[in-house]
C-alpha cells in the first residue's frame, strides 16, 4: 500500500511559523519528486513548492523567502517549513508524490491538512 500522510498544521497567528510533514510508506523515494500543493476555498490548487529527487527545489513567488522545503530520504519524510505566515497562506496543504518513467507515471497525494493563519 501507498500511503502520504501529513501533520504539523493548526491554527497560527499571522507573522507566526509552521512546519509540515509528510511521511511517505509503499514506494521507492529516494526515487520520487515530492511537493506540497495547497488549496483554499473558491480558489484553485496550486503548487506551493517541489523538490526533486535530485534536490531541485522550486517555490510558488508568493511563498519564496517565508518558505522551506526539504526532504530526509533516510525518513521517508518531507518537510515544509513556513515562516512569516499570512492570512493569505490559508489552506489545505496537501503532500505530492510523483514519478515519471517515460509513460509510465505514479502519482500519489497526502488526505490534506488544515492551515489556519488568524488572529
Known amino acids: 500500500q501507498v500511503q502520504l500522510v501529513e501533520s504539523g498544521g493548526g491554527l497560527v497567528q499571522p507573522g507566526g511559523s509552521l512546519r509540515l510533514s509528510c511521511g511517505a510508506s509503499?514506494?521507492?523515494?529516494?526515487?520520487?519528486?515530492m511537493g506540497w500543493y495547497r488549496q483554499a476555498p473558491g480558489k484553485q490548487r496550486e503548487l506551493v513548492a517541489s523538490?526533486?529527487?535530485?534536490?531541485?527545489?522550486n517555490y510558488a513567488g508568493s511563498v519564496k523567502g517565508r518558505f522551506t522545503i526539504s526532504r530526509d530520504n533516510a525518513k521517508n519524510t518531507v518537510y515544509l517549513q513556513m515562516n512569516s505566515l499570512k492570512p493569505e497562506d490559508t489552506a489545505v496543504y496537501c503532500c505530492?508524490?510523483?514519478?515519471?518513467?517515460?509513460?509510465?507515471?505514479?502519482?500519489?497525494w497526502g488526505q490534506g491538512i488544515q492551515v489556519t493563519v488568524s488572529s
Open positions: 505530492n508524490a510523483l514519478r515519471v518513467l517515460g509513460i509510465k507515471q505514479y502519482d500519489y
Open positions: 523538490i526533486t529527487d535530485v534536490g531541485s527545489i
Open positions: 509503499g514506494i521507492r523515494f529516494n526515487y520520487y519528486d
